[in-house]
Antibody
Framework: EVQLVQSGTEVKKPGESLKISCQAS????????IAWVRQMPGKGLEWMGI????????RYNPSLQGHVTISVDKSISTAYLQWSSLRASDTAMYYC???????????????????WGQGTLVTVSS | DIVMTQSPLSLSVTPGEPASISCRSS???????????LDWYLQKPGQSPQLLIY???NRASGVPDRFSVSGSGTDFTLKISRVEAEDVGIYYC?????????FGRGTKLEIK
């Protein structure tokens, strides 16, 4: 069974650092992209960025302006999202999600985020 | 960025009746390989989003055939032929043609 299990709820103060995790199981971690999606309180979904475990390139949403860092540790099939200095506006639920893909006529073809973590609630408040 | 516009923002449907949600993109999502890079997700109350439809019109594993999508390019419609109580939640369309991937604002489906 494919599972993405995320780390638990965090309560932090502005200016603090944080790293949350998403541990994958039940599939070959290096064969799928992994993304992070933010959902601010009462709001919709916002794509934050995506990384392939075998590719050094990371695609970020420019709206985040370098505020977060996405990384992976292939040895333990885990993806991370981290902040060096949190803001109150980072208060949100954060989801990781797996993206399968293949290649058709030399072009990459994604097949939807087919598995999601349970979410990590991050609250930033003084 | 590609802007995704959904309508309506909410709808209330009697069980057994059909429902439709529109999703429009600010540029064509039809890739040169012949697929629309558009996905649909449902976020049920208190849950993580789940994949309903990928690559324009393909139902994800386990999604009943009362869900279908029509349209291509910039205009898409998600149709539920007969709404059931389990369909309540917020429906999002998302383009995966280019980064940043972008979601619509969501459509909240309620049962009358």
């Amino acid at each position: 069974e494919v599972q993405l299990v995320q780390s638990g709820t965090e309560v932090k103060k502005p200016g603090e650092s944080l790293k949350i995790s998403c541990q994958a199981s039940g599939y070959n971690f290096t064969k799928f992209w992994i993304a992070w999606v933010r959902q601010m309180p009462g709001k919709g979904l916002e794509w934050m960025g995506i990384k392939h475990p075998d590719d050094p390139d990371i695609r970020y949403n420019p709206s985040l302006q370098g505020h977060v860092t996405i990384s992976v540790d292939k040895s333990i099939s885990t993806a991370y999202l981290q902040w060096s200095s949190l803001r109150a506006s980072d208060t949100a639920m954060y989801y990781c999600a797996r993206l399968p893909y293949d290649f058709v006529w030399g072009s990459y073809r994604p097949s939807g985020f087919d598995s999601w973590g349970q979410g990590t609630l991050v609250t930033v408040s003084s | 960025d590609i802007v995704m516009t959904q309508s309506p923002l909410s709808l209330s449907v009697t069980p057994g009746e059909p429902a439709s949600i529109s999703c429009r993109s600010s540029q064509s999502l039809l890739h040169s390989i012949g697929y629309n890079f558009l996905d649909w997700y449902l976020q049920k109350p208190g849950q993580s989003p789940q994949l309903l439809i990928y690559l324009g019109s393909n139902r994800a594993s386990g999604v009943p055939d009362r869900f279908s999508v029509s349209g291509s390019g910039t205009d898409f419609t998600l149709k539920i032929s007969r709404v059931e109580a389990e369909d309540v939640g917020i429906y999002y369309c998302m383009q995966a043609l280019q980064t940043p991937f972008t979601f619509g604002r969501g459509t909240k489906l309620e049962i009358k």
